[in-house]
């Protein structure tokens, strides 16, 4: 089955860029996914791509996405403490109705 | 536009109970999956309704159910409780109809004593 990798921990100052990176295995995934989760809550959807795409911004949040090596990265621009939380990479089945997470990546933004 | 409504968002249970968690999507979305969180296995696939049917399921036994009512609300079902089921239980809303965007809830937290 689908297999998605992420680094457990990355840790910036106040300011900084962060890029978190994931890896996955299935090349037909459609959609890609980036969720926020902090402490005791659930998960804040907080950008897409979608596979024909190699590039997507929003604001302070930029996707990339290289199908040939299954990569997918999250930029974050002048990343603020509350930006602190763990980020979770996921990919979707093919027929978009299933997502398979990555194991999270825990973002510690320092004062 | 209300979001994602899960209740109920903390349940203590002991070994051999069942429970029932539901999910209210948002309003107009048609899908719900359901996925459970642990720290030892991370988030993991549970299931997906679609219009009152069950479209994918997970690797999970047959003591974790569910089902989608006519208003898209949807209901999971766990019986005879193990302490390995505690658990954050996430609830997605999805659009449907071409549009596959994951909307989480809040989460259920279920312990098992």
């Known amino acids: 089955g689908e297999d998605v990798e992420q680094s457990l921990f990355l840790s910036v100052r106040e300011g900084d860029s962060s890029v978190i990176n994931c890896t996955y295995t299935d090349s037909s995934s459609t959609y890609l996914y980036w969720y926020k989760q902090e402490p005791g809550a659930g998960l804040q959807l907080l950008t897409y791509?979608?596979?024909?795409?190699d590039m997507k911004q929003d604001q302070r949040l930029t996707v990339l996405l290289n199908k040939k090596d299954k990569h997918l990265s999250l930029r974050i621009a002048d990343t603020q403490t509350g930006d602190s939380a763990i980020y979770f990479c996921?990919?979707?089945?093919?027929?978009?109705?299933?997502?398979?997470f990555g194991g999270g990546t825990r973002l510690m933004v320092k004062p | 536009k209300a979001g994602v409504t899960q209740t109920p968002r903390y349940l203590i249970k002991t070994r051999g109970q069942q429970v029932t968690l539901s999910c209210s999507p948002i309003s107009g979305h048609r899908s719900v999956s359901w996925y459970q969180q642990t720290p030892g296995q991370g988030l993991q696939f549970l299931f997906e309704?679609?219009?009152?049917?069950?479209?994918n399921k997970g690797n999970f036994p047959g003591r974790f159910s569910g089902r989608q009512f006519s208003n898209s609300r949807s209901e999971m079902n766990v019986s005879t409780l193990e302490l390995g089921d505690s658990a954050l239980y996430l609830c997605?809303?999805?659009?449907?109809?071409?549009?596959?965007?994951?909307?989480f809830g809040p989460g259920t937290r279920l312990t098992v004593l």
């Open positions: 791509i979608f596979s024909n795409m």
């Open positions: 309704y679609f219009s009152e049917t069950q479209r």
């Open positions: 996921a990919v979707d089945n093919n027929a978009g109705n299933m997502l398979t």
């Open positions: 997605a809303s999805i659009p449907g109809q071409g549009q596959f965007e994951q909307f």
